[in-house]
């Protein structure tokens, strides 16, 4: 069973007002007014960002638009230097247990501790989320992404796509409501890479779990997604809807990849 079934959100935020509650309602995540520098390097300047349940959305954008730094600043992994992250309606910097134990991140691959197994790995992690055993829909998972005979290996021996698979069974492990992944494709075979963009469309559309998910890649972008949100110089400079998205992909003569390069160009004169 999942932990995160009989939480409710915002039972230690401040009460909200009406309209803010319209929103709260099925927000998921709330990015106000969110700044981050590193020393005297501004990266970026104020996002605000509303993704609702079951929203599948993409953050695109140049190298070093700082995706990273925002997926770091709503995973708590950053400060902010400015602004407020909500999860569920808990207040990351005031509430963090709260809000980091509705939210699945998968962690850089690199950082996975080489002397464990995939399956000590997914033992401790669930450990962690509170779990006696790893979920049955995590080996599920493993097994879709054809993991499972990896998992009695040291991770140390892992390919590189290996690791990527175990550090995104652990960032989805316990089902939680919002997950955020960055670059989760990278390394990953056709097949997997097929299988995973899949599950995650499952997860948002039938079971209400809310995906933002740094790529470049713009086969997702295309095909996959609810929303494609551009990300330039630390700035959102765009946001295409699901209608929006529909209609570009219902046009032979339009494609987001050259949406997003008009985007582009509109940004760099602006
Ligand atoms: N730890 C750090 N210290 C100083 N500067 C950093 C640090 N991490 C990132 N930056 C800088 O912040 C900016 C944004 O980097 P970030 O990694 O967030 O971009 P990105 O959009 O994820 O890039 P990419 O698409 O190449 O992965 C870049 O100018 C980068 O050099």
């Known amino acids: 069973m999942s932990p995160f079934r009989n939480r409710s959100a915002g039972d230690d935020a401040p009460p909200p007002d009406r309209a803010e509650a319209a929103i709260a309602g099925d927000a998921m995540l709330q990015v106000e007014g969110v700044q981050h520098r590193y020393d005297e390097h501004a990266v970026l300047h104020g996002i605000d960002l509303v993704l609702r349940r079951g929203e599948f959305a993409a953050l695109i954008g140049p190298n070093g638009s700082g995706k990273t730094t925002l997926l770091h600043c709503l995973a708590g992994l950053q400060r902010p230097s400015a602004g407020r992250v909500r999860i569920g309606g808990h207040d990351l910097a005031r509430a963090p247990a709260a809000a980091r134990g509705l939210l699945g991140f998968a962690v850089d691959p690199a950082r996975l501790p080489p002397l464990l197994s995939g399956r000590e790995c997914l033992r401790l992690f669930a450990g962690t989320r509170g779990l006696r055993e790893v979920p049955a829909p995590t080996l599920a998972l493993s097994e879709l992404l054809n993991l499972g005979p990896m998992l009695d ?18 960032g989805l492990l316990g089902e939680p409501p919002l997950l955020v992944l960055d670059e989760p494709l990278n390394g990953l075979d056709p097949l997997s890479a097929y299988a995973l963009k899949r599950h995650l469309q499952d997860l948002a559309h039938g079971r209400g779990t809310t995906v933002l998910l740094a790529t470049h890649s713009i086969d997702v972008a295309e095909r996959f997604i609810d929303r494609a949100l551009l990300l330039v110089d630390g700035r959102l400079r765009r946001d295409w809807t699901a209608q929006e998205l529909v209609a570009i992909r219902a046009d032979p003569q339009r494609s987001l990849e050259q949406a997003m390069v008009e985007a582009l160009s509109a940004a760099g004169e602006a």
Do not use: N
């Open 153 to 170: 290996r040291r991770v140390g021996h892992y390919s590189l796509g290996t690791r990527q698979k175990l550090a995104i069974a652990l």
